[in-house]
């Protein structure tokens, strides 16, 4: 497999925001959905946000409102909008293929802290 790479991550006060972006370089996932995933210290790893080719998207309960993920298509990109953010959306974020949804098996992921 092709390893995916995300950027867009860093440190934010409450209440900020971050957009993380997702590519694969030569490569694209346009035919597949896809997703972001997180995993924070002693926690499982959990969907976030979930795309479908048509560009229909869903998320867990607790970042319903405030995240939007989207896909260009042009771009070959994938991204993940995060507003209001909280403490506990700290985490390592990972961009996932769903073929296999693992949190590490397609990247390194990047840090969201929020504090």
Avoid at 29 to 41: E, K, V
Avoid at 43 to 53: G, Y
Avoid at 62 to 83: C, H, I, K, P, W
Avoid at 105 to 115: A, C, K, L
């Amino acid at each position: 497999h092709v390893q995916l790479v995300e950027s867009g991550g860093g440190s934010v006060q409450p209440e900020g925001s971050l957009r993380l972006s997702c590519a694969a370089g030569r490569y694209t996932y346009n035919n597949y959905c896809m997703a972001w995933f997180r995993q924070a210290p002693g926690n499982e790893c959990e969907r976030v946000s979930r795309i479908r080719v048509d560009g229909t998207s869903d998320y867990l309960d607790s970042v319903s409102g405030r995240f939007t993920m989207s896909r260009d298509n042009a771009e070959s990109a994938v991204y993940l909008q995060m507003d209001s953010l909280k403490p506990e959306d700290t985490a390592v974020y990972f961009c996932v293929p769903l073929i296999v949804p693992r949190c590490n098996y397609w990247s390194q992921g990047t840090q969201v802290t929020v504090s």
